[in-house]
């Protein structure tokens, strides 16, 4: 009798994970004191999400797991944002699957496992994600040498909600310049504040209603400017969650305002296709932003 399909997930990505330890574990507030943080009895655990794949729940110690480049390196490299609504973390689908692929085509790949913002682990937890992304980069720079990568040439790319936190960290300029991104690949990820996209932050990431000053600041259209990091997306046409326009919208903004970006549209993938599927010719966007970084870095 076969197992259940969930077991089996579970099983293969229990491999993945222990295959994943030989990588570089960097504790990015390691002797630091981690901003916005509250005591909770929260333990960090994974299990096969209501979309078959495992992700990781509770998270409140972010990691960066480093991935080598291997073969020629590009000297080019990303932090990928795993998706799952800013409830959970696709880890593996969004991640460390993705980062592997990327490793073998030269580029220093690192995902982060970012605090989920929870109001038992935070007092502020719509700014936990995005101080814990600026941290990694910051981090991932000081071992620019130790990888080979360009410390220039260093951006992020997110899934989803983790697009969403790509593009605030993209559009939010940190005073400090180690912090900032220099480019974003932006997945299948939420850009415009319809009312729709509105009342989800209020849930999932505010735990409040926002602010007329927050409104403003997450209207993100409004923030592109000549100064926004070049910008590489990918959607599908049918995607019934976040629908194709929030990439045609952040890709108009970008072209208005003389911004480098390309925009790769399938006709069918759905939401969260991670790196692709041969099937429905999403899988070709991987090698798309490769040579797009190779072409434009």
Same mark, same amino acid.
């Given at each position: 009798m076969k197992p259940p399909a969930n077991i089996v997930l579970l099983s293969v990505h229990l491999m993945i994970c222990s295959q994943t330890l030989?990588?570089?574990?960097?504790?990015?507030?390691?002797?630091?004191?981690?901003?916005?943080y509250k005591e909770n009895d929260l333990k960090e655990y994974e299990k096969v999400s209501s979309f078959d794949v495992v992700c990781a729940y509770d998270v409140t110690e972010p990691t960066l797991t480093v991935y080598?480049?291997?073969?020629?390196?590009?000297?080019?490299?990303?932090?990928?944002?795993?998706? =799952?609504?800013?409830?959970?973390? /696709?880890?593996? &689908?969004e991640g460390h699957d993705l980062a592997k692929i990327l490793a073998k085509q030269g580029v220093t790949a690192a995902?982060?496992?970012?605090?989920?913002?929870?109001?038992?682990?935070?007092?502020?937890?719509q700014l936990v994600p995005l101080s814990d992304t600026r941290r990694a980069l910051k981090v991932l720079r000081t071992h620019s040498t130790r990888y080979g990568?360009?410390?220039?040439?260093? =951006?992020?790319?997110?899934?989803? /909600?983790?697009? &969403?936190?790509?593009?605030?960290?993209?559009l939010w300029i940190s005073d400090d310049e180690q912090e900032n991104p220099n480019f974003s690949g932006l997945i299948y990820g939420?850009?415009?504040?319809?009312?729709?996209n509105q009342t989800w932050l209020e849930k999932t990431l505010y735990h409040r209603k926002l602010t007329e000053e927050e409104v403003s600041q997450n209207t993100l259209l409004n923030l592109v400017t000549e100064e926004t990091p070049p910008a590489f997306l990918v959607h599908a046409y049918d995607d019934e969650v976040c629908g194709v326009e929030e990439s045609l919208l952040y890709a108009e903004k970008c072209v208005e305002h003389k911004v480098p970006v390309e925009m790769h549209l399938f006709s069918e993938g759905g939401h969260g296709f991670g790196s692709g599927r041969a099937e429905d010719g999403t899988a070709q966007?991987?090698?798309?932003?490769?040579?797009?970084?190779?072409t434009n870095f």
């Open positions: 030989a990588q570089d574990v960097y504790q990015i507030w390691e002797g630091l004191e981690k901003p916005y080598r480049a291997e073969g020629v390196n590009s000297g080019k490299a990303v932090i990928l944002l795993p998706g =799952g609504g800013y409830a959970v973390l /696709a880890i593996y &689908h995902v982060l496992k970012y605090r989920l913002p929870k109001t038992e682990s935070s007092d502020q937890p990568f360009n410390k220039e040439k260093l =951006g992020v790319m997110g899934f989803s /909600a983790g697009s &969403h936190l790509a593009t605030v960290v993209s939420v850009t415009n504040l319809s009312e729709e966007w991987v090698q798309l932003f490769v040579a797009w970084l190779n």
